[in-house]
């Protein structure tokens, strides 16, 4: 794959510049000063400071190849952030003009006899004699310009002249490359829509750490979001939907909308995928256009997440007839290879009932639907490869047999990219756990709504694309890695950008960056020169490394409760109080574990070099008779949804009303029925247990919860009361309820508890038939 938009090289021309490679040459084989850090995200490969500095001020000149339209465009590219931050732009001479160029910058391509690849630059800015930049390719030097900007002081990403401006870089020598080609970012425009100037400003995001592939989500259930001229009413009718309250919301992109963003993407080296998606994920189209179901409709453009059992229907001519023409026109505003068609989650309900597809199923010799999804596939790539295009889908296209030159980007995990690799096929990364980033970026509690899920900025950096499980000749099919932002609770930019970033920018290092110079304390530390940029680029930011993970950690063999406390930002100060207060200069000092002595609300906060830093993290721990006891399950909870393990349910923690804030087990299908020890008999004034109602996420309240005691391991056990329960399923905001009870004359040493599962999903729900969730956070017992 290549997905470099400018493969050119170019021959240099004066004598003058051919000094300058042949100086670069000599210091690639000296003995260099030592490695130091820099503030540059992604780590260069190669990067060294040496003594010195290079300032550039309004007398500077810009040495390039004024006949080489590409470099030009590059260059002045540079003056647009000189222009805005400085005042100035800095002349642009050409290469065969000077016989100087003491204190200037030459920016260049050159004809390279050597194994550099199109992304590939070196820099040197030799203390205050010049600033040299050289690539094979346009798009190298773009790659260089992007160091240049994160040499230099954050001032110079200001939208206003700063006064004073002192453009000062250090002696560098850097030469760099990128580990991977696909460097990607995603945003679902979709189930929430986003304005143009903001996409621009999203490439922009990325451009600065080094991101060239932008995939774009435009097709959903929830809405079309780019214009066809051929069928005008998947603007007029698919890009709009009903809320329930009544409102209308909706948009989409002009074709000339769509020509703008493109060519501004291209000027930034960025490859934009467009996604149609194809066979699900199409009530929107079907909204317009029903006859291309199996059903026939009528149908309306959804309104609620998740999985729509209505898709194209595969037995129907007219549908490839619709899709063929819908690519055409797609193929001539996107110029990059790769056109994204989805293919996930696509629900088999209607082709099993449907009289053309079940044809289509005996006429092609098929197996069954899931070979008729793949029939679907393999026909779509046949005509995009006829149109010199490249299909790829997300992981589901392996069902049934991939298609011949698919690529597949891998979302459940790393299994579909791993099996897909193996079978010779390119692969994108793209796994939940890692690259998901409309899932929580901290503690659920002290962040806006999300989807679910935890994906730090940690764990993020400390992703590898490449499995353990592939070989050498299997790896190198991994492409890369992509973040994804679905946008399902993602209604602004604003907050479209507090999720996107700063994971996007620990995914630009671990894209780009070899594998050697992956280092989490070094780029901890080079973030806050960051953070300062993004303020004055006016980015919503997320400041969740900063968070203070409180964690309880029951130590058996004391029979205590200890506390600990950590911070993604190493060596920094954790200030803590135990009495809700907010923590201060006079706070207490965390310094290693402590024993907790009593029932405690814990408030924390990070300080770096005395100043506080992101927001205060709070923990309520209740310190009763069931913590640390041990449990035994019936049934096991879900690894997913685990909670701490065995202890999860007595370490004193209750969840909050988000299902993925780590405080939550979750049981799919079964009862829950646990066993608490409490090590004797023991007198009980209060049992109490927490359950969780979610329905968008398949999660229920039980239908009964029991209570009941024993003095004894094997003896019979005697009930304490027992709830059914009576809140309605159909209730769709997020609840906990607690079923307590209290007690004046009870004693025992051990107590189970047994949470009846409410059965399938109901037909109503876009699960039905399908297991329902019970989650559960805490035992309390008093």
């Known amino acids: 794959m290549n997905i470099t938009l400018n493969k050119t090289t170019i021959m240099m021309k004066s004598r003058q510049i051919v000094l300058l490679i042949a100086g670069f040459m000599f210091l690639t084989t000296c003995n260099p000063p030592s490695n130091s850090d820099i503030n540059i995200i992604p780590q260069p490969a190669t990067a060294r400071v040496m003594p010195g500095s290079f300032e550039i001020g309004p007398d500077t000149r810009i040495i390039t190849q004024i006949d080489q339209a590409e470099v030009v465009a590059i260059c002045e590219y540079f003056n647009d952030y000189l222009e805005r931050a400085a005042g100035y732009r800095l002349e642009i001479k050409d290469d065969e003009e000077v016989t100087s160029f003491s204190g200037d910058m030459v920016i260049t391509t050159f004809n390279a006899d050597t194994a550099w690849d199109d992304e590939t630059y070196k820099l040197n800015v030799s203390g205050s004699s010049s600033v040299v930049l050289q690539a094979k390719t ?22 206003n002249v700063v006064e004073d401006i002192e453009l000062e870089m250090p002696s560098t020598y850097i030469y760099d490359y990128p580990r991977f080609e696909w460097r990607g970012m995603h945003l679902d425009v979709c189930r929430h829509f986003f304005p143009k100037e903001f996409i621009k400003k999203y490439l922009d995001l990325m451009a600065m750490y080094k991101m060239n592939v932008f995939h774009w989500h435009l097709t959903e259930d929830q809405g079309w979001r780019i214009e066809i ?78 999985v729509k059992k209505d898709v194209y229907c595969a037995g129907n ?38 009289r053309k597809c079940q044809a289509r199923i005996r006429d092609e010799g098929l197996a069954d639907e899931n070979e008729l999804q793949s029939y679907f596939i393999r026909r779509m790539e046949s005509f995009l490869n006829e149109h010199g295009r490249k299909l790829i889908g997300w992981d589901e296209i392996l069902e049934g047999g991939l298609a011949p030159d698919a690529t597949v980007m891998s979302w459940r995990g790393e299994e579909g990219g791993i099996e897909a690799a193996q079978m010779g096929h390119d692969v994108v990364m793209t796994p939940g756990d890692f690259c998901y980033f409309d899932h929580y970026q901290a503690d659920p509690a ?101 968070a203070v993970e409180i964690t309880p950690e ?20 954790i200030r803590y109080t135990l009495d809700g207060s907010e923590p201060g ?110 329905i968008t996420t398949w999660i229920f309240l039980p239908s009964k919860i ?39 004359d009870l004693k025992a040493r051990y107590v189970k508890i047994i949470a009846k599962n409410p059965g399938p999903c109901p037909d109503w729900h876009p699960g039905a038939g399908g297991p329902s969730w019970v989650f559960i956070d805490e035992v309390v017992i008093e």
Request: glycine share 8%.
């Open 229 to 306: 001229k051929k069928y005008p009413e998947l603007t007029e009718v698919s890009a709009w939907r009903t809320e329930p309250d009544g409102s209308v919301y909706g948009g989409f992109y002009t074709q000339d909308d769509i020509r703008e963003i493109v060519e501004y993407a291209a000027q930034r080296q960025i490859t934009i995928v467009p996604e149609i998606e194809m066979p699900g994920h199409s009530m929107a189209a079907l909204a317009a256009y029903p006859e291309l179901s199996c059903t026939g409709g009528p149908f309306e453009v959804a309104t609620i997440w998740g």
């Open 585 to 694: 200069d006079d706070a207490l000092v965390y310094d290693t574990l402590f024993k907790l002595e009593a029932s405690a609300n814990i408030k924390a906060r990070t300080f770096v070099d005395g100043i506080m830093k992101g927001h205060i993290s709070a923990r309520k721990i209740n310190l009763h008779k069931g913590v640390g006891k041990p449990v035994s399950y019936k049934h096991k909870y879900s690894e997913r949804y685990e909670a701490g393990g065995e202890q999860g349910l007595v370490n004193g923690i209750s969840g909050s009303v988000h299902y993925g804030d780590g405080n939550w087990q979750g049981f799919s299908g079964d009862d829950i029925e646990i066993v608490i020890d409490l090590g004797e008999i023991t007198e009980i004034k209060v049992i109490s247990v927490r359950f969780l109602q979610n």
């Open 138 to 159: 346009p798009h190298g030097l773009f790659n260089g310009i992007q160091t240049i900007l994160q040499l230099l002081p954050p001032d110079i990403m200001s939208d």
């Open 446 to 546: 002290t962040q806006p709504k999300a989807i679910g899920g935890l994906t730090t900025l940690k764990d993020v950096y400390h992703y590898n694309p490449v499995s353990a499980e592939l070989n050498e000749a299997e790896q190198k099919h991994i492409l890369g890695a992509q973040g994804n932002v679905w946008t399902e609770y993602i209604a602004t930019a604003e907050y479209a950008e507090y999720m996107a970033v700063p994971r996007m920018i620990a995914l630009a290092e671990v894209d780009w960056s070899i594998e050697r110079r992956i280092d989490w304390e070094r780029f901890v530390k080079k973030l806050d020169n960051h953070l300062i940029r993004l303020e004055i680029l006016d980015v919503n930011y997320c400041d969740a490394i900063f």
């Open 706 to 744: 029991s209570y009941l005691v024993s003095d004894t391991e094997d003896g019979e056990y005697r009930s304490a009361g027992e709830f059914l329960n009576a809140v309605p399923q159909e209730r769709k905001e997020a609840m906990v309820r607690d079923f307590g009870r209290a007690y004046t």
């Open 317 to 354: 001519e007219k549908t490839f007839e619709f899709l063929e023409n819908v690519l055409l026109e797609v193929m001539e505003l996107f110029p990059g290879e790769y056109i994204h068609i989805g293919g996930d989650e696509v629900p088999k309900d209607r082709w099993e009932k449907c």
């Open 554 to 573: 029951y130590d058996e063999q004391a029979g205590v409760l200890m506390i600990s406390m950590e911070t993604e930002i190493p060596n920094a100060e």
